[in-house]
């Protein structure tokens, strides 16, 4: 089955630890994206990348990086410095102007 | 600049009645505008999207909605709702910026409440 996937499903950190979200997709898609939602709120754009070892500062990257060293893969690691990490994380892919497809989604808790 | 703006952040209707969920946009050039839905702790899913073809677009789970470029809208309807429609609803533009990428932005969301 063609899909993105991200893992874990629930991730809990203690206050000072890097952590690190996977996202994996096998759809050959060129761009991927990393997306935070809050409670009640829409989504948020952190990081993305149109193609292999390239990416951009989305809306709110302070405190997360990211890689892009394959096609199919794009991790988000959520760094000491992000003051308020406790949140839903999406990570979606898309084809040129096509629509975009959502992994399920990691929910991090900090300790 | 793109912008996408949701009316409402709740909508409530009784099981078996009408749904419109509103959104209007800003699009500097022919936009393409998606909807999608959101499930308690899920990721979203693609209900239906407009590039350019026909102006009254059929999705998923009947839902539909129109693409009104005099009104800038793109409402999202559905005859008759069903408890199984209760969710979060994105409304999402996106177009092509200087360099040649697609950077959809989302609108605010409006939470959809079914009542029996």
């Known amino acids: 089955d063609g899909g993105i996937t991200q893992s874990p499903k629930y991730l809990f950190r203690k206050e000072g630890q890097n952590v690190t979200l996977s996202c994996e997709q096998n759809?050959?898609?060129?761009?991927m994206y990393w997306y935070r939602q809050d409670p009640g709120q829409g989504l948020r754009l952190i990081y993305y990348?149109?193609?292999?070892?390239?990416?951009q500062k989305g809306d709110i990257a302070e405190g997360y990086s990211v890689s892009r060293e394959k096609k199919e893969s794009f991790p988000l690691t959520v760094t000491s410095a992000q003051k308020n990490p406790t949140a839903f994380y999406l990570c979606?892919?898309?084809?040129?102007?096509?629509?975009?497809?959502f992994g399920p989604g990691t929910r991090l808790t900090v300790l | 600049a793109q912008s996408v703006t949701q009316l409402d952040s709740h909508v409530s209707v009784s099981e078996g009645t009408p749904v419109l969920l509103r959104c209007n946009y800003s699009?500097?050039?022919?936009?393409?505008l998606f909807w999608y839905v959101q499930h308690p702790n899920k990721g979203l899913q693609l209900l239906l999207k407009?590039?350019?073809?026909?102006?009254l677009v059929k999705g998923i789970n009947g839902f539909e909605a129109e693409f009104k470029k005099s009104e800038t809208s793109f409402h999202l309807t559905k005859p008759s709702a069903h408890m199984s429609d209760a969710a979060e609803y994105f409304c999402?533009?996106?177009?092509?910026?200087?360099?040649?990428?697609?950077?959809?932005?989302f609108g605010r969301g409006t939470s959809l409440i079914v009542h029996p």
């Open positions: 999402v533009v996106s177009e092509r910026l200087a360099g040649g990428s697609y950077i959809p932005t």
């Open positions: 979606a892919s898309k084809a040129g102007r096509n629509e975009q497809f």
């Open positions: 699009s500097s050039y022919s936009p393409s």
């Open positions: 759809l050959n898609h060129d761009a």
């Open positions: 407009y590039t350019s073809a026909a102006t």
């Open positions: 990348s149109q193609i292999v070892n390239d990416f």
